[in-house]
């Protein structure tokens, strides 16, 4: 079907819906949904692109409580139930900021007993003084499940204990303590106030964190389109950018929700070629074992598609995909002269299984089938792939683990960790300590999930200028 004409019909599509809340408006090519707490924008773009005429889509959901965009895509509109699955993943994200407008402070106690009538006090003060709060409770050893949805967090006396700990996994939010004869009296006004201070403190030294980082004197005559895909639980970054001699001169990242590898690399690739952006080479990065241009990854790709031989037969230039986690290892070296032999290893929120890659010796180690590291084939059944899991210990116990099997494999000088949950690398030396002793445990190092796509950018650019110069 002419893209003109399916164009039409996605739009029809759209505003044939019936809207749960909000309302459609159409401003010349664009349609918006407004609602109280969120805009949605569906954009239309009419592009001329080696004598094609294409209509190129953009998707975005902004969030009207701090103006951030939660929601962002970009497609070539050729497939119109494509168009019309990432539509309703677009209004799944705008309607759930519904609940993310006000305020959410969690109370945490060893059971959630106690703080349950301390919350429906202060839920119901919030509501008599119509302020912007929501007050939730539950017992501790949910905390670092749900705890990455609050603002605020408030601990109860009893396990106040905790309050480094619960202070270093969740770093980006209030953590306190609630005075013991506040919550002796359920001293509801007091404790508003309490919350009201932090909060304006924290508006008030918060300072913007530096995440560009030095990508080097790397000199090369190529462009390269490196590309960084991060799955983890129920969501997905994808963030892209063009090197040209070693220097980024273009970038974006998508947010989205379900991954399909081929279709948003192919958006990606198309939205690239009408922003009239070239290259020479495009590098995958992507979770898995990547073997023969194949990519063992089940759950979002048939592992019966070559995608590197169908990506260079659509785009016409050499692709070269690696483990995302390579091509961290690879960029954490590139950007320090300390170390020459460094593993890397990863575990995404939520998970129990994640990934490591070795580099010895300032080489990648790769192995016969690209699967050295690969922790998940020596990980034990019962903890094999297991998602939704926000136990501290458990994670701490299972990262340590890996990192001793490590130790005693390749004796690295040192080894990065990303890992939301236990960002404590003390906490971890002391449980390996507990099998290894102190004098062989190298340096450990904490990656924020910034700096995690940073490094994989950085080092897939390499990855693909390596592969290039062999095969020249």
């Known amino acids: 079907m002419d893209e003109k004409k399916l164009a039409q019909e996605y739009r029809e599509w759209i505003l044939a819906h019936e809207l749960k809340e909000g309302k459609f408006e159409i401003d010349g090519d664009i349609v918006e949904i407004k609602t109280d707490y969120a805009e949605g924008q569906v954009k239309f773009h009419e592009i001329t692109l080696d004598g094609r005429e294409i209509v190129v889509i953009e998707q975005l959901v902004t969030n009207l409580a701090d103006d951030e965009n939660k929601y962002y895509l970009h497609f070539e509109l050729k497939d119109l139930a494509h168009a019309q699955k990432l539509f309703e993943d677009m209004l799944d994200v705008l309607f759930e900021l519904k609940d993310q407008q006000k305020t959410k402070i969690l109370l945490c106690c060893t059971s959630g007993l106690t703080t349950s009538f301390f919350k429906e006090k202060l839920n119901e003060a919030a509501n008599l003084l119509g302020m912007n709060f929501e007050f939730?409770?539950?017992?501790?050893?949910?905390?670092?499940?749900?705890?990455?949805?609050?603002?605020?967090?408030?601990?109860?006396?009893?396990?106040?204990?905790?309050?480094?700990?619960?202070?270093?996994?969740?770093?980006?939010?209030?953590?306190?303590?609630?005075?013991?004869?506040?919550?002796?009296?359920?001293?509801?006004?007091?404790?508003?106030?309490?919350?009201?201070?932090?909060?304006?403190?924290?508006?008030?030294?918060?300072?913007?964190?530096?995440?560009?980082?030095?990508?080097?004197?790397?000199?090369?005559?190529?462009?390269?389109?490196?590309?960084?895909?991060?799955?983890?639980?129920?969501?997905?970054?994808?963030?892209?950018?063009?090197?040209?001699?070693?220097?980024?001169?273009?970038?974006?990242?998508?947010?989205?929700?379900?991954?399909?590898?081929?279709?948003?690399?192919?958006?990606?690739?198309?939205?690239?070629?009408?922003?009239?952006?070239?290259?020479?080479?495009?590098?995958?990065?992507?979770?898995?074992?990547?073997?023969?241009?194949?990519?063992?990854?089940?759950?979002?790709?048939?592992?019966?598609?070559?995608?590197?031989?169908?990506?260079?037969?659509?785009?016409?230039?050499?692709?070269?995909?690696?483990?995302?986690?390579?091509?961290?290892?690879?960029?954490?070296?590139?950007?320090?002269?300390?170390?020459?032999?460094?593993?890397?290893?990863?575990?995404p929120k939520g998970y129990t299984v994640g990934g490591q890659a070795i580099l010895i010796d300032g080489k990648l180690i790769n192995g016969a089938h690209n699967m050295a590291g690969e922790i998940r084939y020596f990980a034990p059944l019962e903890e094999y792939g297991i998602q939704d899991c926000f136990d501290v210990d458990r994670i701490l116990e299972i990262i340590s683990r890996e990192i001793r099997s490590a130790i005693g494999v390749v004796d690295p000088e040192v080894i990065c960790v990303r890992s939301e949950l236990t960002p404590n690398m003390q906490k971890i030396r002391e449980k390996i300590a507990e099998r290894i002793p102190e004098k062989y445990i190298p340096e450990l190092i904490y990656i924020d999930p910034d700096q995690f796509q940073e490094l994989i950018l950085l080092g897939q650019m390499i990855i693909t200028l390596e592969e290039l110069e062999k095969s020249n």
């Open 136 to 347: 939730n409770a539950v017992n501790f050893s949910q905390l670092y499940k749900v705890g990455f949805d609050y603002s605020v967090i408030l601990l109860a006396p009893q396990i106040a204990f905790r309050l480094e700990e619960a202070r270093e996994v969740l770093r980006d939010k209030i953590v306190l303590k609630v005075p013991p004869k506040m919550f002796a009296r359920y001293d509801v006004p007091e404790m508003i106030k309490l919350i009201q201070t932090e909060i304006e403190n924290r508006k008030s030294t918060a300072e913007e964190r530096a995440i560009a980082k030095a990508v080097g004197e790397i000199k090369n005559d190529k462009k390269i389109l490196s590309i960084a895909v991060m799955p983890f639980a129920n969501k997905t970054r994808i963030a892209y950018r063009i090197y040209e001699n070693g220097s980024p001169i273009f970038e974006e990242t998508i947010i989205k929700g379900e991954l399909n590898v081929v279709r948003d690399l192919e958006d990606i690739m198309d939205t690239v070629g009408w922003k009239s952006h070239s290259y020479d080479a495009i590098g995958v990065a992507i979770s898995g074992t990547v073997h023969d241009g194949h990519l063992d990854l089940p759950r979002y790709i048939d592992g019966r598609i070559n995608l590197k031989s169908y990506l260079e037969d659509l785009y016409g230039v050499p692709v070269v995909i690696t483990n995302n986690l390579r091509g961290a290892v690879l960029g954490f070296y590139a950007q320090q002269d300390k170390y020459r032999n460094i593993v890397f290893n990863s575990k």
